[in-house]
């Protein structure tokens, strides 16, 4: 109390005599912004305080409860969706100069109708070397019959062969029992029962040489029946030669795989195309779906059959209706080109995403003819709704 009064008379003794009401006003002006900066500078002091709590706060508890929090939600949604379709690549299955693109781009198309046509005239000349191919390995195998026939005909010649000169045996033997006899009563002479047993003999060889050309003829059978065979593989060969020869025929004209619609045409009439080289692309309209890319914290209640609303970007306040049709077996950091590996190194957790197929039902037919795939869409998947299996292409 001493202390106020003193400072209170020192105040008083350092103070004017007199004070003008326009130094009041500035004197009061100048207490009330100082107090005005001493709350505002209190005020910001709380707030960083309040602020440093709650990052606090959010980084302890949303590690923890954070994924468990969304998990529970009812409804999962995700504006990571587009619409997608089985979109075919055509490509071409030759090389050579493309003669001709004989559809429009984005041109409603069926499946088998020819799109594009490549130049035959190499193709066409390869058919006809394998037909002639074909022909000459025909002729090769009825060379081999023939040859087979004959052959028949050379062994029974052989035959009959070995036939005569055993007639001509038995024939000499019987001169030579009648040379025997005679001799012996004195009425022939040695000279000729030894030529009639000479003659047995060179009947007995002559038979036995001509039953040795029996069996080689017989083994020249053989040989011409593993020509023949040789020549039926080289002739199965040749027609699997022609049937290439005209699938690749066949592959200069390019047909569309499906009903649709075609891109437009990445090459033109004149322009060498090589195997692999891509010539049109057939998009399956209006056969439609979506792919929405969950985070895994947001499927623990997501089940195949359940209800989805969608909301698709094109059409701002229209609500599609769908389900769940198929969920991927793996997130799609599996299926990149160079998976990440967290084994090794620094890791930071981050919430993988895995694909959601979802099949579209009850399209009004004007929204069925709009939808194109690529479109952006947001996907809520009710997790409380289940549905039976529809049609809803």
């Known amino acids: 109390m001493t202390a106020v009064v003193t400072e209170l008379l020192t105040h008083d003794k350092k103070a004017p005599l007199s004070t003008t009401p326009v130094e009041e006003r500035r004197h009061s002006e100048a207490s009330t912004v100082a107090a005005k900066g001493r709350r505002r500078r209190s005020i910001l002091a709380l707030t960083r305080s309040a602020v440093i709590v709650m990052g606090v706060g959010l980084a302890i508890v949303i590690p923890l409860g954070w994924g468990q929090w969304v998990a529970g939600f009812t409804d999962q949604s995700t504006d990571n969706a587009y619409v997608r379709a089985d979109t075919t690549p055509v490509s071409a299955q030759i090389s050579g100069h493309m003669d001709r693109i004989l559809v429009n781009d984005f041109e409603n198309v069926r499946a088998g109708q020819v799109l594009a046509e490549i130049n035959a005239a190499e193709y066409l000349a390869k058919v006809s070397r394998a037909k002639a191919a074909v022909t000459a390995a025909e002729a090769a195998i009825r060379n081999v019959d023939s040859r087979v026939e004959l052959q028949h005909r050379v062994i029974a010649q052989a035959q009959a062969s070995v036939l005569a000169a055993a007639a001509d045996r038995d024939r000499a033997a019987s001169e030579y029992d009648r040379q025997k006899m005679a001799s012996r009563d004195g009425w022939s002479t040695s000279q000729r029962l030894e030529e009639a047993l000479a003659a047995i003999k060179r009947y007995e060889a002559q038979m036995t040489e001509k039953q040795a050309g029996i069996e080689a ?69 209006p056969n439609v779906y979506v792919v ?94 289940p549905v039976a299996k529809g049609t809803g292409r």
Do not use: W
């Open 292 to 385: 929405a890319n969950y985070k895994e914290t947001q499927l623990g209640k997501v089940r195949v059959g359940q209800t989805v609303t969608i909301a698709v970007d094109m059409f701002p306040g229209q609500r599609l209706k769908g389900r769940v049709d198929q969920i991927s077996p793996a997130s799609g950091s599996e299926f990149a080109l160079l998976p990440a590996d967290n084994a090794t190194g620094n890791f930071t957790k981050v919430a993988q995403r895995i694909a959601v197929k979802i099949e579209l039902l009850d399209l009004p037919d004007d929204m069925r003819q709009l939808l194109r795939p690529g479109m952006s869409v947001v996907s809520t998947i009710h997790t409380d709704i």
């Open 217 to 285: 003829e017989r083994q020249q059978l053989n040989v011409l029946d593993t020509q023949r065979e040789q020549a039926a593989a080289e002739l199965d060969s040749r027609r699997a030669e022609l049937q290439l020869a005209e699938i690749e025929l066949g592959y200069t004209k390019i047909v569309a795989p499906t009903d649709g619609v075609v891109n437009a045409s990445s090459v033109r009439a004149g322009q060498y195309v090589t195997v692999g080289t891509r010539i049109i692309s057939v998009v399956p309209l």
